[in-house]
Nanobody, 115 residues
Framework: QVQLVESGGGWVQPGGSLRLACAAS????????MDWYRQAPGLGREFVAR???????NYADSVKGRFTISRDNAKNTLYLEMNSLKPEDSAVYYC?????????WGQGTQVTVSS
């Protein structure tokens, strides 16, 4: 099993920045790809970004150029750097890890973008 704990959410004004972190209970060397998802009230969970074990990344069109996903294998931590935030980025953000055929999810961290 893999336990994931997100942190770094909060309130920020439009145009601001936040960095989310997701700490894993196991070494990243046993984890394959990792994703960030988000879910706004009344909507389904939406893919945000992915990073593979080799470091390849891809992003949802809505965040491309503004968000950056990265992983620190030494700290077993996944990051999401979010810049130029918009009100429509407000959501609960979840990290997901794929390991040994299973998807593991964190509990989520709230991001609110408003003036």
């Amino acid at each position: 099993q893999v336990q994931l704990v997100e942190s770094g959410g909060g309130w920020v004004q439009p145009g601001g920045s936040l960095r989310l972190a997701c700490a894993a209970s196991r070494s990243f060397f046993s984890i394959g790809l990792m994703d960030w998802y988000r879910q706004a009230p009344g909507l389904g969970r939406e893919f945000v970004a992915r990073i593979t074990s080799s470091g390849s990344t891809n992003y949802a069109d809505s965040v491309k150029g503004r968000f950056t996903i990265s992983r620190d294998n030494a700290k077993n931590t996944l990051y999401l750097e979010m810049n130029s935030l918009k009100p429509e980025d407000s959501a609960v953000y979840y990290c997901m890890a794929f390991s040994n055929g299973y998807n593991y999810w964190g509990q989520g961290t709230q991001v609110t973008v408003s003036s």
